[in-house]
């Protein structure tokens, strides 16, 4: 398997543009959703059909597909776990995804037609996953404490 490490990992980085891209525009549009007036039956249902086929056409898939191909990686060179940049960048990963799971809640309660949060609530939510971006990409690039 080890000779397909690099494909692993260009899949891997494929996924994760893809989940990011998915997750940041995620956000977006629940705070256009949070900020619709419900007087707008139309710009409603379509921020609902957005959101949901967003989440599971690509968000929640290319989520998966960065675990699988991450694990992978990991099972090829179980050394990786023994660094504590690798600890940081795990850590923040798990925080992204619960990142991912709160927006597909919040997806799922808005295309229900319950209460979601403020927009402004969201716009504070969608700074977390670039953060935690930013903080994976120095993990994994400058490899502090290696």
Known sequence: ???????????HVVA????????LY???????AAESSKD??????LLQI?????????????MVVSWIAGLTMISINP????????????????????????????VRL??????????KAFRFLNEAPTLLMIIIVIMVIVRPWA
Do not use: D
Request: hydrophobic share 50%; no cysteine.
């Open 50 to 62: 957005m959101s949901r086929r967003l989440l599971k056409a690509i968000t929640l898939p290319a």
């Open 16 to 23: 994760i543009i893809s989940w990011m891209a998915g997750i």
């Open 1 to 11: 398997m080890i000779e397909w490490y690099r494909e692993i990992l260009a899949l």
């Open 26 to 32: 995620l956000y977006r549009l629940l705070v256009y």
């Open 110 to 119: 808005f295309n229900e037609g319950k209460p979601i949060l403020s927009g």
């Open 79 to 106: 050394g990786l776990l023994s660094m504590p940049w690798m600890h940081v960048k795990l850590t923040s990963v798990v925080l992204l995804s619960g990142f991912t799971m709160y927006a597909g809640k919040q």
């Open 40 to 45: 707008h039956e139309k710009v409603e249902s």
